[in-house]
């Protein structure tokens, strides 16, 4: 009786970490055993999603530092190669590679999309392709009358740290500028911009999804 609890014991611990514990004992002396395999186990589980987590953070903080070139300024270098209505800008890793760049989504008078790449270094466009997107027309109309554009909202976002995104929130009923940015001891921020006003104002839904992933985590 007592070998089936114990290995019922480990093989749960085993599926909740992810990954497989062993159990050494079938009887009496062996139980302490068994369960330092499966606590052995679930703490390097553990220990390898924190490096996975701390690599994530780093990664992050090398495209941020890499970048000489603002986002407002990337996004005037890609309007001066390609004419429209900037969109979007992302300090980003380039398709394929781990080359990081500024990308500029740039909507045309012809209501053609365009991604246009941007040297974080030097703010020289290195090459932009057509894209294909699928609400062009809620751009539109979320822009209709609007007197913020994405380069101003940059600007003003900067305000609140480094830059590493901007973007149009078309959908919902307070349509908005969306910002990320990184403060200079890693700490990552969302911003909404108003597209009237510029006014820069924390986004508190971002913060409200945060922490109901938080609490499904926890249940």
Sequence with gaps: MKRNI????????????GGAATALATTGDDQGSARQAATTQLSNDDARDDR????????????????????????????????GTVVSAELDDEDDSNKVVWKVDVLSGDNTWR?????PASGKVLGSHADDEDDTAQVRAA?????????EAAKAAAGKGVVTSVDLDEDGKDKSWEAETRTSAGAEKDWKIDLDSGKVTADRSDARDDDADDADDQD
């Design 52 to 83: 996975d987590d701390d690599g994530d953070r780093d990664d992050d903080a090398e495209k941020t530092a890499s970048a000489d070139v603002t986002a407002s300024e990337a996004i005037a270098s890609a309007l001066k190669h390609t004419s």
């Design 6 to 17: 114990v290995i019922a014991a480990v093989t749960a611990a085993a599926l909740i970490g």
């Design 143 to 151: 822009l209709k009358g609007s007197s913020v554009t994405a380069e």
């Design 115 to 119: 991604s246009v790449s941007v040297d």
